[in-house]
């Protein structure tokens, strides 16, 4: 697929600087194509990972509590970024999603959900025992997705 074709871009939020920078990159993509952006944080539920117990009654209380600080946190992301007022100026359709889970699944979860066309992912660019030991989204999302996938340094 061309990214000149592009109708929906979702760009991976974790409201560090890198995503910042990813934004910005979504942002002028989407000022070229006239797509949507999507703005997407995944709750990291550390439930997920193997080894890790709790009760179900904690998980759905520890869960929502996440899921307050998150919108809280897209919201004065949003704001800070200058996102809106971009999107705004440019006549581009801005929204903005949470979901739970293992961030790379989640991504490519709503790839697949809503027919996006790019994904936009930053990357610290984490290397050695750090990188084999935490992973990289990036890298996994760049090897899973069936879209083009931009991936962004800082």
Known sequence: MSLKNCKKII???????????????GLTLAKMTGAEIVLHHVIHDLADQPGFYHKKKDKKR???LMS???EEMMADFVKKSGVASSAKKAKLKLTTSISKG???DGLLKLIKKSKA????????????LTKLLMGSTAQ???QMAKIPVIVVRK
């Not at 991976?12 to 934004?23: I, P």
């Not at 066309?117 to 984490?126: L, P």
């Open 11 to 25: 760009v991976a939020v974790d409201f560090s600087d890198d995503s910042k920078t990813a934004v910005n990159e």
């Open 62 to 64: 520890s869960i929502h």
């Open 68 to 70: 307050d600080a998150a």
């Open 102 to 104: 293992l961030p790379h």
């Open 117 to 128: 066309d790019a994904i936009v992912v930053g990357t610290s660019g984490r290397s050695g």
């Open 140 to 142: 996994r999302v760049t």
